[in-house]
Structure formats: structure tokens, C-alpha cells
């Protein structure tokens, strides 16, 4: 009996697994590349204009995740990309890269309005 796209079931999960770990690391070893040229070009800036840039570029980087998502999506319901497990950690990463950028903005928020109702 075999799998999806006649992969043997254990031989495609393993397999899956094995992408999504290579995924991860190579996620993992671009984010450590980011980071690092980030702090090489932190201390030119000023620091008000380094919380306001790091926020943009933040905010820029989760709008490209979700477009890959969008465009890996559409691409699956046409027919060009075949790799469900590429689209599906897509949306998954586009999902928590939202949740996250929400939480963000949650906890900015909360502290702005502790910082209105401070007494002067």
C-alpha cells in the first residue's frame, strides 16, 4: 500500500520530517545571518530612529512572509506548486509571524495607556 504521491507511509513521513527539519535549520541559520548584520548596523543609528526602523522592518518582513504564503497558496490551488508540506509550513510560519506581530502591538498599546495615566 503506498502513501500520498506513492510514497510508502513510513518512508513519507520520514521523509517530511526530514524537510521540515532541513526547513527549520535553514530558517534558523537565516535568522542568525539577519540578526548578525543587524547589530553590525544598529550603533550608526540613532536610538530613536533604531526602535522606529527595527518596528518597520519588522512589520515589513511579517506582510513578505504572508505574501510568499499567498502566493505558495494560489500557486496549490492552480496546479504549479505540487509540495503541500512547503505551503502548509508557509501558512504556518505566515500564522505566527501575525500572531506575534499582534502581541506586539498589544503589549505597545497596553503600555501606552499605562503611560496616559501616569500622574505627572
Do not use: C, W
Not at 41 to 49: D, E, I, K, L, M
Not at 58 to 87: C, N, P, W
Request: charged content about 20%.
Amino acid at each position: 500500500m503506498s502513501g500520498i504521491g506513492g510514497i510508502g507511509a513510513g518512508g513519507g513521513i520520514n521523509q517530511i520530517l526530514a524537510m521540515r527539519q532541513q526547513i527549520l535549520d535553514r530558517s534558523q541559520l537565516l535568522q542568525q545571518v539577519h540578526t548578525a548584520s543587524t547589530q553590525e548596523t544598529a550603533p550608526a543609528q540613532g536610538t530613536g530612529s533604531g526602535f522606529t526602523d527595527a518596528l518597520k522592518n519588522a512589520l515589513d518582513g511579517v506582510a513578505e512572509v504572508q505574501k510568499k504564503s499567498e502566493t505558495l497558496s494560489a500557486g496549490y490551488e492552480r496546479g504549479e506548486v505540487t509540495d503541500i508540506a512547503q505551503v502548509m509550513l508557509a501558512r504556518q510560519e505566515s500564522g505566527i509571524a501575525f500572531e506575534a506581530t499582534l502581541q506586539v502591538r498589544n503589549r505597545l498599546l497596553s503600555a501606552y495607556q499605562d503611560i496616559m495615566r501616569m500622574g505627572v
